[in-house]
């Protein structure tokens, strides 16, 4: 949801061109290579405290006010993201973009494994990646090295949720925050930069 409201609010912002990057950051960093059951994973998660059913229609609820869906109960891993995150990284600008919403469309939609590299050469290979050269560098040192190196980032500047913004490299907000409240910090950052600069 974070993306599509940033994603709406860059259609209606009108100053200086934006540039959006995106970085690996793991939710729960100790999740295991082959991911963990599903449901189990997000019973202990809530501990009772809220039956799956109120936890996931939240999510079904907000997504569906934006265009998206949940199918939470197609899920069956909760995945490590480690090779999501990869892909995202390899593939070229050109794609990158519509690569992101089909991992989160897979996921989330559909419940296929994100963290599984047959799932992810597939995804890569309907975007043009050659699947053989992709293959090498997914399971190769440099992608996993590059994404490890975003998420300690990450850590260093007190990220703890996502989505998370940064803005210039100086000014961060957190949340899936509605497209007026992203427009609105866009424009304190360059009233601020112009305050500076005066």
């Known amino acids: 949801m974070g993306k599509r409201h940033l994603q709406r609010s860059l259609q209606l912002w009108h100053g200086e061109p934006v540039q959006v990057e995106y970085r690996a950051f793991f939710l729960n960093a100790s999740i295991p290579p082959e991911g963990y059951d599903f449901v189990p994973y997000m019973q202990a998660k809530f501990d009772g405290r809220i039956s799956l059913q109120e936890a996931f229609d939240t999510p079904r609820r907000m997504g569906a006010a934006v265009g998206l869906t949940f199918n939470m109960e197609k899920i069956r891993k909760a995945p490590n993201t ?35 590299l047959e799932t992810l050469l597939q995804l890569g290979k309907k975007h043009g990646l050659d699947v053989d050269r992709l293959r090498v560098d997914l399971t190769g040192k440099t992608a996993r090295a590059q994404v490890e190196a975003e998420v300690r980032e990450a850590q260093q500047i007190g990220v703890r949720g996502v989505p998370f913004f940064i803005v210039n490299d100086k000014y961060a907000f957190s949340g899936a925050q509605p497209p007026e409240t992203i427009l609105n910090v866009l424009r304190q950052v360059v009233a601020r930069e112009k305050e500076e600069l005066a």
């Open 82 to 116: 480690a090779l999501s995150h990869a892909l995202i990284a390899l593939a070229p600008d050109s794609v990158r973009e519509a690569l992101i919403d089909d991992i989160y469309a897979a996921y989330f939609e559909h419940g296929q494994d994100i963290g599984d």
